[in-house]
């Protein structure tokens, strides 16, 4: 099983970026894929997630109404649409997936990870 994150860089304050995790190795449909961050200094901490056979998600406060998750079935992706993005924002995105059909927010709770891709907002 393999998660493969891409599409982090740098960006300006109030711009945009959509990041990638393409899973591989075994059928997703029935997972919880979660996203992750971990800023400079801090803790890993959540994002958000999607229930792969639903489609719904839920989100951290903090990026709530400015991240969007989605998945694509016949690529086997899921997407992080990260728009009106803070220097705060700034951190390593990794994604995660889930091998029960309940959403969880903590980081142990995931049973695969990608590798992870930086992203750096600038003020």
């Known amino acids: 099983v393999q998660l493969q994150a891409s599409g982090g860089g740098l960006v300006q304050a109030g711009g945009y970026l959509r990041l990638s995790c393409a899973v591989s190795?075994?059928?997703?449909?029935?997972?919880?894929m979660g996203w992750f961050r971990q800023p400079p200094g801090k803790e890993r901490e959540f994002v958000g997630a999607?229930?792969?056979?639903?489609?719904?998600?839920i989100y951290a406060d903090s990026v709530k109404g400015r991240f969007t998750i989605s998945r694509d079935d016949a690529k086997n992706t899921v997407y992080l649409q990260m728009d009106s993005l803070k220097p705060e924002d700034t951190a390593v995105y990794y994604c995660?997936?889930?091998?029960?059909?309940?959403?969880?927010?903590?980081?142990?709770?995931?049973?695969?990870w990608g590798q992870g891709t930086q992203v750096t907002v600038s003020s």
């Open positions: 995660a997936a889930r091998i029960r059909a309940t959403v969880s927010i903590i980081s142990t709770d995931y049973n695969y």
């Open positions: 999607i229930k792969w056979s639903s489609g719904s998600t």
């Open positions: 190795g075994r059928t997703f449909s029935t997972y919880i």
